[in-house]
């Protein structure tokens, strides 16, 4: 399960003109499941992601995290993180997920942050053409993969 996270000042997801999800301050999370992913690997990410210290204290050092400053969150399903680019000019997503897979893990993703984080997020609709907007804070992007805990 691999994850970008972006800290934002606000973002924003649209789906057929309608907006499905809004937020300030937080977290956008793009979230690419592939075949192998299970259970263990939300534990770890969700946990990974809302304890991470990559939030502004006082002094201006990066010493909070998304829980401790109350932060919002939006989790995005997206296939594309497990493209392969190493043979030719099309990228492969043969590493990622099919639906049928991915779809349950990405609902499981989501209900295990807003249980851990302590309140709901919002989340873009799996399998839709999304329009994805932010603006970054810092900016700060961090990829995270749970395959290089183990």
Known sequence: MRAVIQRVSEASVTVDHKVCAVMRDGLLILLGIENEDNEEDIDWLCRKIINMRIFNDEDEVMNESLKSVDGDAIIVSQ???HASTKKGNRPSYIKAAKPEVAEPLYLKFISKFQNELGKDVGSGIFGGDMKV?????????????SKEKR
Request: proline share 6%; no cysteine.
């Open 133 to 145: 907007s932010l603006l970054n804070d810092g900016p700060v992007t961090i990829i995270i993969d």
């Open 79 to 81: 296939f594309t993180l």
